[in-house]
């Protein structure tokens, strides 16, 4: 699902956002990194409207996933992450969620499918 080289991107994100949750989004292999305009920076995560309008300019489309980091959690859904998705699935934006838990090395990727929140890929290590 992502390359060895977008895996290293991310987790360098994650470090350098450290101790504030790095947010940003997926076009096809680019990973567009944005800022986290959120009041609680260190446990939440907000995408800044401008940012997400300027990325989907320059990358001529929506991104097909979201991604966060939880600095010193793993990489699992919160409940704001699952409220978020919930959220989500009300637009008919098919996106997918991804969580990258630097202390862990572990990056999941999460869809909801009806009521369900589906892991649907990870990389370990």
């Known amino acids: 699902m992502i390359h060895a080289t977008l895996i290293d991107q991310l987790y360098q994100a994650a470090e350098q956002s450290e101790p504030y949750e790095m947010c940003g989004l997926l076009f096809g292999e680019t990973f567009v990194r944005t800022l986290n305009v959120s009041t609680e920076p260190i446990t939440s995560f907000e995408i800044a409207p401008e940012d997400y309008m300027k990325a989907c300019m320059v990358h001529d489309g929506k991104p097909w996933a ?43 990727a999460f869809k909801k499918a009806a009521h369900v929140y589906e892991r649907i890929w990870e990389s370990i290590g």
Do not use: Q, W, Y
Not at 89 to 101: A, F, G, P, R, Y
């Open 66 to 108: 979201l991604v966060h980091s939880h600095p010193k959690g793993e990489a699992v859904l919160s409940v704001k992450d699952c409220r978020l998705m919930d959220a989500l699935e009300k637009t008919n934006h098919d996106l997918v969620m991804i969580v990258v838990s630097r202390p862990h090395r572990t990056i999941r």
